[in-house]
């Protein structure tokens, strides 16, 4: 791919989330290796706080260690893995991703507040579900790695977008057989939010 051919954030649709100021804490910004593609590691801020004095505030809760590519031929988010806090965010997840997500994309959310034992499949609209899995102690990267069975080993020596390419094409091929579960029942049956830091040494 030479310097022309280059995907600017600006022609995707993390350019339009960008412009909202919703990209946040990024880990990695910039074009992959597949051609048309450009990733995107951090968080998505879904719900801002009220600014005060033009002071710019953290959001009041966001889509964490996101892992995601976008694609300007369809102009869609075509696989993104990432970390609510609560189930509960589900809903603002599907609102402000909607523009961007592709019946036959992979979502898949690690969620704080479900029981461990349990793996969803939930609608994000009529046409898009996503997969939501338990996640205390870990980390998205981890379970994700874990989840399309990459040995961390594997990707070592790769470059940051090397690293997320692979782990997005494996994604992309993930299916899965688990629970159908509505957005209601999945709130009906949320968990209190568990403290992140508990067992944390200090």
């Not at 997005?168 to 957005?183: G, K, P």
């Amino acid at each position: 791919m030479t310097t022309i051919d280059l995907v600017r954030l600006e022609d995707t649709a993390f350019g339009k989330l960008d412009a909202e100021g919703r990209l946040l804490n990024a880990v990695l910004k910039e074009p992959m290796p597949a051609a048309g593609r450009f990733g995107f590691r951090g968080d998505i801020a879904l719900k801002f706080q009220e600014a005060v004095a033009d002071e710019k505030r953290p959001p009041e809760y966001a889509i964490e260690q996101v892992l995601a590519v976008a694609d300007t031929v369809t102009g869609t988010i075509p696989v993104l893995a990432g970390y609510l806090h609560s189930f509960a965010y589900l809903k603002d997840a599907a609102e402000v991703l909607a523009p961007y997500l592709a019946p036959t994309g992979t979502y898949v959310f690690f969620v704080n507040n479900i029981d461990f034992l349990k793996k969803y499949r939930v609608p994000l609209s009529a046409e898009v579900s996503a997969t939501v899995l338990p996640l205390d102690e870990s980390t998205v990267w981890k379970e994700t790695l874990e989840l399309v069975s990459i040995d961390k080993n594997d990707v070592k020596k790769l470059s940051g977008a090397g690293k997320l390419q692979k782990v997005i094409d494996q994604l992309a091929a993930f299916s899965d057989r688990y629970e159908d579960l509505t957005y209601d029942e999945g709130v009906a049956r949320m968990e209190p939010v568990r403290n992140r830091n508990a067992n944390r040494p200090v």
